[in-house]
């Protein structure tokens, strides 16, 4: 199982980015994902999940309406758009494979997003 996530980056407060996972080693169609972050210093925060046709999503309050997790299953690719980013979204994004019975197994190595003026 390989995840790798990417699209990270520097961004100012208002801005937007994408993140990317392609997954590999796995039939990617037939798995629940998540996104996850980590901001310096604290503990991982669960940030949003997807069931396996993309038609049920749920999110964190705090990204509740400025972020979109969607995935397309021929490409086996897993997104996160991210709108009105704030300072307080600066962390480590890892992309996770979440199936309903076993919880989170697989993680990718992360990509980091940085929110400053």
């Known amino acids: 199982v390989l995840l790798a996530d990417s699209g990270g980056g520097m961004v100012q407060p208002g801005g937007s980015l994408r993140l990317s996972c392609v997954a590999s080693?796995?039939?990617?169609?037939?798995?629940?994902m998540s996104w996850v972050r980590q901001a310096p210093g604290k503990g991982p925060e669960w940030v949003s999940h997807i069931n396996t046709e993309g038609s049920r999503t749920h999110y964190a309050d705090s990204v509740k309406g400025r972020f979109t997790i969607s995935r397309d299953n021929a490409a086996n690719t897993l997104y996160l758009q991210m709108n009105s980013l704030k300072p307080e979204d600066t962390a480590l994004y890892y992309c996770?494979?979440?199936?309903?019975?076993?919880?989170?197994?697989?993680w990718g190595k992360g990509t980091l997003v940085s929110v400053s003026s």
């Open positions: 080693g796995f039939t990617f169609s037939t798995y629940d």
């Open positions: 996770v494979r979440d199936p309903p019975n076993d919880g989170m197994d697989y």
